[in-house]
């Protein structure tokens, strides 16, 4: 396929990765007031079923590279649980479901620098302005105060926190050769193994709705990772990932069925971090050329 034609598919993919993923923002926000971890099981669940199938049926099954694969697949699969714990609290509690979705979307920024630390990749100045422009952003839409109510807009920021570090255990992985439909599934069932005992300790009576709509989180959270692995093999994260911030306007949308409207404030956010996003992605696209012409001459 021509290359042009696979970094078309590839917007497309991780488009329909974002929306999927706002999607599951909305349903668990409707499915109301369970707890969380009730949430995170129905939404690994699914996945995990799925994927456990279509690696029972591929030719490599369960196997892992190395045992030092096993750590990095522990780590991402802890640090994405955790992420996810302190997501849905977000998701459940801030003014909009955009909020909760654009402080999750720091994890980019935050994936930097836990490159820097774990890869020993040093950032350059403009992705260090970057990041702090990031961090302005979420400032923005947090509003701190010195209080209880700074909570959840503190667990969407963590959030993003366990997600960078994630994304960072994720790059290792790749490098070391493991499938990504590996790396999904020990996220997944890691995930489903480590919240059964609080759904059935802490398990609330839910309605046919309730049920009907934590089913539809499971089924839009397993659709993003698919999306967004396809995504990934059609072309390169330099080129794509700013995409993926879409999410925000589709959690925006989606909100209105919430009648959740965001606030100046956290709209200026949204547009201070999507500004460091696009940034980052132009700085990266040109240091992307910049070398190749290098190489060439």
Same mark, same amino acid.
């Given at each position: 396929?021509?290359?042009?034609?696979?970094?078309?598919?590839?917007?497309?993919?991780?488009?329909?990765?974002?929306?999927? &993923?706002?999607?599951?923002?909305?349903f668990?926000?409707?499915?109301? /007031?369970?707890?969380?971890? =009730?949430k995170?099981? &129905?939404?690994?669940?699914?996945?995990?079923? *799925?994927?456990?199938?279509?690696?029972?049926?591929s030719?490599?099954?369960?196997k892992?590279k190395?045992?030092?694969?096993? !750590?990095?697949?522990?780590?991402?699969a802890?640090?994405?649980?955790?992420?996810?714990?302190?997501?849905?609290?977000?998701?459940?509690?801030?003014?909009?479901?955009? /909020?909760?979705?654009? !402080?999750?979307?720091?994890?980019?920024?935050?994936?930097?620098?836990?490159?820097?630390l774990l890869?020993?990749?040093? %950032?350059?100045?403009?992705?260090?302005?970057?990041?702090?422009?990031a961090?302005?952003?979420?400032?923005?839409?947090?509003?701190?105060?010195? /209080?209880?109510? *700074?909570?959840?807009?503190?667990?969407?920021?963590?959030?993003?926190?366990?997600?960078?570090?994630?994304?960072?255990?994720? $790059?290792?992985?790749?490098?070391?050769?493991? $499938?990504?439909?590996?790396?999904?599934? &020990?996220?997944?069932?890691?995930?489903?193994?480590?919240?059964? %005992? +609080? +759904?059935?300790?802490?398990?609330?009576?839910?309605?046919?709705?309730q049920?009907?709509?934590?089913?539809?989180?499971?089924?839009?959270?397993?659709?993003?990772? +698919?999306?967004?692995?396809?995504?990934? $093999?059609?072309?390169?994260?330099?080129?794509?990932?700013?995409?993926?911030?879409? =999410? *925000? !306007?589709?959690?925006?949308?989606?909100?209105?069925? !919430?009648? =959740?409207? %965001?606030?100046?404030?956290?709209?200026?956010?949204?547009?201070?971090?999507?500004?460091?996003?696009?940034?980052?992605?132009?700085?990266?696209?040109?240091?992307?050329?910049?070398? =190749?012409?290098?190489?060439?001459?």
């Amino acid at each position: 396929m021509h290359s042009a034609a696979k970094r078309g598919l590839g917007v497309l993919f991780i488009l329909g990765a974002a929306a999927s &993923f706002a999607c599951m923002n909305l349903f668990v926000n409707l499915a109301g /007031d369970l707890p969380v971890m =009730q949430k995170v099981f &129905f939404r690994n669940a699914l996945t995990a079923v *799925v994927v456990f199938f279509l690696l029972l049926f591929s030719r490599e099954k369960f196997k892992i590279k190395s045992k030092e694969s096993l !750590l990095w697949l522990f780590l991402r699969a802890a640090a994405g649980f955790i992420g996810i714990i302190f997501n849905f609290y977000a998701i459940d509690n801030l003014n909009s479901i955009s /909020d909760a979705s654009i !402080l999750n979307k720091l994890s980019p920024f935050f994936a930097i620098l836990f490159s820097a630390l774990l890869l020993k990749e040093k %950032p350059s100045i403009p992705e260090v302005i970057f990041i702090l422009l990031a961090f302005a952003g979420a400032v923005c839409v947090a509003e701190p105060r010195f /209080d209880m109510s *700074v909570l959840p807009a503190l667990s969407g920021f963590l959030g993003g926190v366990c997600a960078g570090f994630a994304y960072t255990c994720v $790059r290792v992985l790749s490098e070391k050769g493991e $499938r990504g439909l590996m790396t999904v599934f &020990f996220f997944s069932a890691f995930s489903t193994a480590v919240s059964l %005992p +609080f +759904f059935i300790v802490g398990f609330v009576p839910m309605t046919a709705m309730q049920w009907l709509w934590l089913l539809l989180a499971g089924v839009a959270a397993t659709a993003g990772q +698919f999306f967004i692995t396809a995504a990934y $093999r059609m072309s390169p994260a330099r080129e794509i990932a700013v995409f993926d911030y879409s =999410q *925000v !306007l589709f959690a925006a949308l989606l909100g209105f069925f !919430l009648s =959740q409207t %965001p606030k100046v404030m956290s709209l200026i956010g949204y547009a201070v971090i999507v500004a460091a996003a696009v940034g980052k992605w132009l700085y990266q696209l040109r240091k992307t050329k910049t070398s =190749q012409f290098s190489k060439n001459h």
